[in-house]
């Protein structure tokens, strides 16, 4: 892909039936072709805005960008009319989380946007134990702990603080050991970005109900603040964007209900350039044939 090539807002990509939300993607999807750094992700931004999408995700996983490379990939996106949220990939209970999350915090002051900072819910505190379910009452006491804090640190810089749902357990039994659903209701300042398929793939804990998944969203009301579109197929990860348990059009639908505005795709990454683009045109494309999305010219 040359960048050479790009026109600026040559159209928009526009959800047919739910105007108010936005439509971007995750870095994420180009990490296995792409360096994490100031010429590639130049190069995404201005990919971003040429194709009609109106912000993108920046993965930056342990915070690694410097400072000064953000600036300059800050001045890129407002040129470019491209909001920017900030991804980082460590979670709470981790031991490093606190300084990652503090680099994060400064980066993500610096890009136009709606001011957000996004991490995963769980990580470490599963991968050492493979027959863990979910959190047990000291952990999730810790992790609602740290994460308001965080929130509220967020809050006091006009910034956002969300957590994903990753491998952990979406319901927990109240007893034995507790899921995202007794996470979040137990916190108040904490934001949610849903990724629509992690319930249900081969790494999860316990895969979930998607009928249970639907009712937990339609109580979230404003802390539902992202998602991710993803597809999962015999419990793994796909490339491009085709249909899920819960149905995109369902989740569209949900988020347009609760003032939900980002629609990011996140896609299995490739290590061919050329490939990650051509997955990205036909995960749009399988919107646009579900009439979800157009484009506005």
């Known amino acids: 892909m040359d960048n050479k090539k790009f026109t600026h807002q040559s159209h928009k990509l526009e959800f ?25 992700l130049t190069e995404i931004i201005e990919y971003a805005s040429n194709e009609g999408y109106q912000f993108i995700e920046l993965r930056d996983e342990l915070c690694q960008i410097p400072i000064k490379e953000c600036e300059k990939l800050a001045e890129v996106a407002k040129r470019n ?44 505190e599963f991968d050492i ?17 740290l994460s308001e804090e965080c929130a509220s640190i967020a809050i006091a810089n006009n910034v956002k603080f969300i957590v994903e749902n990753f491998n952990e357990t979406f319901f927990g039994d109240g007893i034995n050991y507790f899921g995202l659903s007794d996470f979040f209701a137990e916190t ?69 209900q609760q003032n939900v505005i980002y629609v990011a795709l996140e896609l299995d990454g490739v290590t061919d350039k050329k490939q990650c683009y051509s997955n990205h045109a036909e995960s749009l494309q399988f919107l646009k044939d579900k009439g979800i999305l157009k484009i506005k010219n």
């Open 16 to 40: 047919i039936n739910y105007p108010k939300l936005k439509i971007g993607f995750s870095t994420q999807n180009f990490q296995k072709a792409m360096p994490v750094d100031l010429k590639s």
């Open 188 to 256: 108040e300042l904490t934001g949610f970005q849903f990724d629509i398929s992690n319930p249900f793939r081969n790494t999860s804990r316990l895969k979930a109900d998607p009928e249970k998944v639907i009712q937990f969203l339609s109580t979230l009301g404003n802390r539902w603040v992202t998602s991710h579109l993803k597809t999962i197929l015999r419990g793994e990860v796909q490339p491009v964007l085709t249909d899920n348990p819960i149905p995109v059009g369902k989740v569209i639908e949900l988020m347009d």
């Open 81 to 124: 009319n491209i909001d920017v949220i900030y991804e980082i990939h460590k979670n709470p209970l981790n031991s490093d989380f606190l300084e990652v999350f503090n680099r994060g915090l400064q980066n993500t002051l610096l890009f136009p946007g709606p001011g957000i900072i996004r991490t995963i819910v769980s990580g470490s």
């Open 129 to 145: 134990e493979a027959d863990k379910i979910g959190w047990n009452k000291e952990e999730i006491d810790r992790l609602i702990k």
